[in-house]
């Protein structure tokens, strides 16, 4: 055989099991779960086209975030799953167990592992860095791919060991993805796609991002044309066809531009170009507070995955109508609806689709309750009743999927759900109580832990008698302030703090006990008469002072007569008058009474 020949021929065989083995590399995602202190439990997915061939090693490592260090995973294949969305009387198109090449679909490998950084040989690499990269590499990515140059498959997640062990909590498990990845969407009908992402071990907050496929540590694949993270494929973006980068409404009818949601992680777009197969990938960082109270990064994980454009059945997609973002105070229920809407594909479709509606039970303790199964088009209503102490800056979420039964392949979107929880306005009451019958009180601030730093909240006291009824005896909108009680006895303070502009006040209730005060009556009460030419004397009845006693009388108010200071005091009225005694213990309390005294003609 001419030995040119040979050389093609051997060229020709790589090439072609190069050609063969790229086309089966779909995506895929890195998990892990913290089983105690620095030993963790890594859950890989790799995603599988069923065209392509077998798939069964890739490389899995760790390392040092600097790329040294580099340790290599022994693992476990524990699962092959067909992922490929099928209707009631469908066909799976994958043989997950013999991964034979058969139609198109999408199939699920599971690989799991264990590592322990306080045990030889990862412990070499605790002791040389913080962050620690988890990666999955297989040659290749799909020639097919037209928004990027493809090359080799690789994905990673990160781990920073030393902020965890910083935090009050010495664990860390990443976020969960429970809505697997699409393949394939339809040519010029609306998508939307959520991950699904569940913290509800650790409660950390979460930051989405539109993120670069790579083909190595720290390297990027190449884009084509205009494509970019933020684009990553060809939206509907009227009226010239091609344009990608328009402004992105997702609201529309079909949504416009390429949309991504940094708050949900939902991807809304309206693909055009029916032979586009494109990479679309989203960084998951993770945030939590450590011992000193500061925000820092306890890691990251991604999901790589390959979309592929396609001429659907004529079947419009389900999808959601309605707001997804709601706030709620701590300790109050909240209860909204999930609305779907499947429209038929018209005038072709005559076989109207019924729809499906689940959640991945994202908030623990929610219910997710579909109002009435009967229905074609499902409306479910969501209820969670919170807990003081649940409020945090970052929002609960979950995911709703919505998924109609047309045959052969059904369609679905899916779509998150926030809800954030706001810290109530909450404070100690401190009361003192002083000499004489006066009550200090003081609102002492607890909400302000959550970095809402609130500078403007409000505050009311009331003050009424042991029935807390009728007009109030005393109110006040200051933080501190002071009141002097005429009486002892039993009384109702009411007390509300609020934090604008969150809003979420709270009212206490406080019983305060005054002992006895010093009391003076004058003995003929408020009104009496005399009339012309006699005259009156008076002398107060007196109730829990401390002798000795000194009278100031005036008569009329305002001008008091420094020698009116006897216990008796004789009005000769000439006209209506009034008579005052204010009245001074030997600890200093004061009370006072005031009668009006009318004159009556003879």
């Known amino acids: 055989m001419n030995r040119l020949y040979k050389i093609f021929l051997i060229l020709l065989v790589v090439f072609g099991v190069q050609n063969a083995r790229a086309s089966h590399m779909m995506g895929g995602d890195i998990a892990y779960e913290c089983i105690s202190p620095g030993k963790y439990k890594l859950v890989i997915k790799i995603y599988r086209d069923c065209r392509g061939i077998p798939f069964n090693s890739p490389t899995i490592n760790v390392f040092c975030a600097d ?23 469908g066909t799976a198109p994958c043989n997950p167990q013999n ?33 620690v990269m988890i990666k999955v590499e297989q ?37 969960q993805l429970s809505i697997p990845p699409v393949a394939y969407v339809c040519c010029n009908q609306p998508f939307t796609y959520n991950n699904g992402v569940r913290e509800v071990i650790d409660g950390d907050s979460l930051g989405y991002e539109l993120g670069n496929p790579l083909n190595a540590n720290n390297s990027n694949e190449t884009y084509t044309g205009n494509f970019n993270p933020q684009i990553p494929m060809t939206p509907y973006c009227p009226p010239n066809p091609g344009v990608v980068n328009c402004r992105a409404l997702p609201n529309a009818k079909p949504p416009r531009g390429f949309y991504f ?30 011992s000193l109270n500061n925000w820092v990064k306890i890691g990251f994980t991604r999901r790589d995955m390959q979309i592929v454009v396609k001429q659907c059945p004529d079947n419009n997609p389900p999808s959601f109508t309605g707001n997804n973002k709601y706030s709620v105070c701590e300790g109050t229920k909240i209860c909204f609806y999930v609305d779907t ?3 038929p594909f018209l005038p072709k479709q005559t076989r109207l689709d019924t729809v499906a509606l689940t959640w991945n039970y994202g908030i623990p303790g929610g219910t997710f309750t579909i109002v009435d199964p ?14 003081i102490g649940d409020a945090r800056p970052n929002a609960y979420s979950f995911t709703a999927t919505a998924k109609d039964d047309n045959c052969p392949k059904p369609s679905s979107s899916n779509r998150g759900y926030n809800v954030t929880v706001k810290p109530k306005a909450r404070d ?33 006291y009331t003050i009424r008698d042991s029935t807390n009824t009728g007009k109030p005896l005393f109110m006040t909108y200051n933080k501190r302030d002071s009141f002097k009680f005429k009486r002892g006895g039993k009384y109702i303070i009411e007390h509300l703090i609020n934090n604008p502009p969150l809003n979420c ?73 009034e008579l005052i005694l204010i009245l001074t213990d030997k600890n200093k309390c004061v009370d006072s009474d005031t009668i009006l005294v009318h004159y009556q003609p003879n």
């Open 139 to 175: 040659c290749c990515r799909n020639g097919a791919i037209t928004t990027i140059s493809p090359g080799n498959f690789y994905t990673d997640a990160m781990i920073n060991i030393c902020n965890i062990a910083k935090s009050k909590n010495k664990c860390n498990t990443s976020p």
């Open 67 to 89: 790329g040294t260090n580099s340790q290599s995973v022994n693992y476990t294949r524990t699962a092959i799953n067909d992922l490929t969305p099928t209707c009631a009387s």
């Open 505 to 577: 006040p709270s009212i206490y209730s406080d019983t305060v006990i005054i002992p006895p005060v010093l009391d003076v009556e004058l003995a003929f009460g408020k009104d009496t008469f005399v009339c012309a030419g006699d005259s009156l004397t008076l002398q107060p009845e007196i109730a829990n002072g401390v002798p000795s006693y000194k009278y100031n009388w005036e008569t009329p108010r305002g001008t008091r007569n420094p020698k009116d200071t006897f216990n008796k005091y004789t009005l000769k009225p000439v006209a209506d008058a």
């Open 374 to 387: 009967t229905a074609r088009e499902k409306q479910a209503q969501f209820c969670w009743q919170t807990k």
């Open 261 to 290: 949601d940094k708050e949900t992680g939902d991807i809304v777009f309206t693909p055009t170009k029916c032979d586009e197969v494109g990479i679309i990938v989203i960084h998951i960082t993770e945030w939590r507070k450590d």
């Open 99 to 131: 991964q034979t090449v058969g139609e198109e679909g999408i199939e699920e490998h599971v690989f799991e592992a264990t590592i322990d950084f306080n045990s030889s040989p990862y412990n070499s690499i605790k002791n040389n860095c913080c962050e």
């Open 341 to 343: 809407k499947d429209e």
């Open 428 to 460: 100690n009451r401190k009361y003192e109580l002083l000499e004489c019958g006066k009550l200090r009180f003081d609102a002492l601030i607890t909400s302000d832990t959550l970095n809402y730093k609130s500078k403007n909240y409000t505050f009311q």
